[in-house]
């Protein structure tokens, strides 16, 4: 998709096939540095993972992004209460 012009960019462990093809590279220069700068100042790490939901689905279905993000926000609750639990346990 990204090397068809289907899609305008994607966050990846590792570059794409297609890197250096058709205009298709880094957002950034050096994509480390730059994550190292960004905590650097802030204090943040930089997100590793992200989700999205396809423009197509999301008109078809109205209620879907919202849904996603309620069903990973309620994951992510129930995992740090486990970690919890198993500190406690320990």
């Known amino acids: 998709m990204l090397a068809a012009g289907d899609t305008d960019g994607i966050i990846s462990p590792r570059q794409p096939s297609c890197h250096g093809k058709g205009g298709v590279g880094w957002l950034f220069d050096d994509p ?20 999205g939901v396809r423009r197509s689905l999301a008109e078809r279905h109205p209620w879907l992004p919202a849904a996603v993000l309620k069903a990973f926000t309620q ?7 486990h ?4 500190a406690t346990t320990r």
């Open 32 to 51: 480390t540095a730059a994550a190292q700068d960004y905590y650097r100042r802030t204090g943040i790490f930089p997100i590793m993972h992200i989700v």
């Open 83 to 86: 970690l919890a639990d198993t």
């Open 75 to 81: 994951a992510k609750t129930e995992a740090l209460a």
